[in-house]
């Protein structure tokens, strides 16, 4: 049933069957530390293979021994997870972070080199240039209209080439929806690769997430997720998964076994709950997303708009967007005349949409990347992003669009009406 089924149609009940518990419809939330074995044989079948000391048999099944390393709740949901990237097997973490940083962890050992795309998010972006470097790993960022030639002598001129492990890209770029060539990624791993040692690429596919693009099919190794935003969709869940085939996945759980940052039985019970609406919240977000730049598109006090949707047709990027995507998504990021100070009136003016960091929820929600999501990051290199002071960053929601086309409108209205009395009264002084 499987392969003849929709994702959306398996999200109600694939990897659990109600006479399992009593019947019940849903999947019950399993609040427990342990399990109990049948026999003494059958709790050492289970952790020889929980500890990777043989291989699992065709006909075996992976048995349940403590929730920090399996539970009833995050197998059902990364089965469910898996069919939307058509992955082998998926890992489930507590948060989007601790799924970024037990990957980067796992892949790089002391003297690598990684390759990663700028900008990316903030906590990313963090985690790579302050902490990896304090264990001995090595980094150099890249933008997105590089190419090929120009990221491969980038790497070169490192000294390190040999040393090149890991490529980690984030795409479209957050918070500015720039797009990198998954195949020209693939490329440059394989090209720098050897038969002994294959350069890993991990994509960050938040911003798309599961529905609008599919990184592992244009040469991905791994997909990752902050399963807060879209999968969750509530503005009520923290949590990160990860995708990929079955020998990369087993390595990453493994650590997190160690590391002990799966995510808890309840967080997962949210998330299958959340999964059974994810198609049409998200088709929701993009049909608003569409009215919303168009409006922003033609307003006077709006400089540009970054959206996916208003790509140009002979760009790069363009060509990029038609073979990698199937969407232009629910994510807009767009310049307001003037600058920090006229950014700042225009969000707090704003009535419907809310002023928070996140994204991908079923409300709308506003932040300002400079002095926010991206406040970490060196001055000089936010300027060389595109991250400036008149940069606003929005997630659309499923409300109504008419609602937030009339929000931000009156936003704007009050923002620049203000500033020119201002004007006007200064001149009359």
Not at 116 to 141: A, E, M, Q, R
Not at 186 to 205: H, L, M, Q, S, Y
């Amino acid at each position: 049933m499987k392969d003849l089924l929709s994702p959306e149609s398996l999200m109600m009940t694939y990897g659990y069957e109600p006479e399992w518990s009593e019947g019940a419809i849903k999947t019950p939330l399993f609040l427990t530390s342990t399990f109990t074995f049948k026999t003494a044989e059958e709790g050492k079948a289970y952790f020889e293979l929980a500890y990777g000391l043989r291989e699992k048999d065709k006909s075996e099944e992976v048995g349940l021994i403590y929730s920090r390393i399996n539970n009833p709740n995050l197998e059902i949901l990364e089965n469910r997870l898996c069919l939307w990237d058509k992955a082998d097997d998926c890992a489930v973490f507590e948060s989007g972070m601790s799924a970024i940083s037990t990957v980067l962890l796992e892949f790089l050992k002391p003297g690598d080199l990684l390759l990663f795309s700028s900008p990316t998010y903030g906590g990313t972006d963090h985690f790579i240039n302050h902490f990896l470097n304090k264990i001995g790993v090595d980094s150099i960022g890249f933008h997105p209209n590089q190419t090929k030639e120009e990221i491969i002598e980038l790497i070169e001129k490192t000294g390190k080439a040999d040393r090149f492990s890991y490529i980690y890209i984030e795409t479209p770029a957050n918070p500015t929806n720039e797009l990198i060539d998954l195949k020209m990624c693939r490329e440059i791993a394989d090209f720098f690769g050897t038969p002994e040692k294959r350069v890993g690429i991990a994509v960050d596919n938040t911003y798309m997430g599961p529905l609008w693009s599919s990184p592992l099919q244009h040469g991905a190794d791994l997909v990752i997720y902050s399963a807060t935003k879209y999968i969750g969709g509530h503005s009520d869940v923290i949590a990160g998964a990860v995708l990929g085939n079955a020998e990369r996945i087993k390595r990453v759980k493994t650590l997190r076994t160690f590391l002990g940052n799966m995510a808890s039985p309840h967080t997962c019970w949210l998330l299958l709950r959340s999964l059974e609406t994810l198609k049409i919240r998200m088709e929701q977000q993009a049909r608003n997303a569409k009215d919303v730049a168009s409006f922003l598109e033609h307003h006077a006090d709006i400089k540009e708009v970054l959206f996916l949707g208003n790509l140009d047709k002979s760009s790069r990027a363009y060509r990029i967007y038609k073979e990698q995507y199937t969407s232009s998504g629910a994510m807009i990021s767009f310049r307001v005349a003037g600058g920090e100070k006229e950014a700042f009136r225009f969000l707090n003016e704003l009535r419907l949409i809310k002023l928070a960091v996140s994204l991908g929820s079923t409300e709308s929600l506003v932040q300002h990347p400079a002095s926010m999501t991206h406040a970490g990051v060196c001055p000089v290199l936010k300027m060389k992003m595109g991250i400036t002071d008149d940069l606003v960053r929005l997630s659309v929601g499923i409300e109504n669009s008419k609602d937030l086309i009339w929000d931000i409108g009156q936003a704007l209205a009050a923002t620049y009406q203000t500033e020119k009395e201002g004007k006007a009264l200064l001149v009359y002084q």
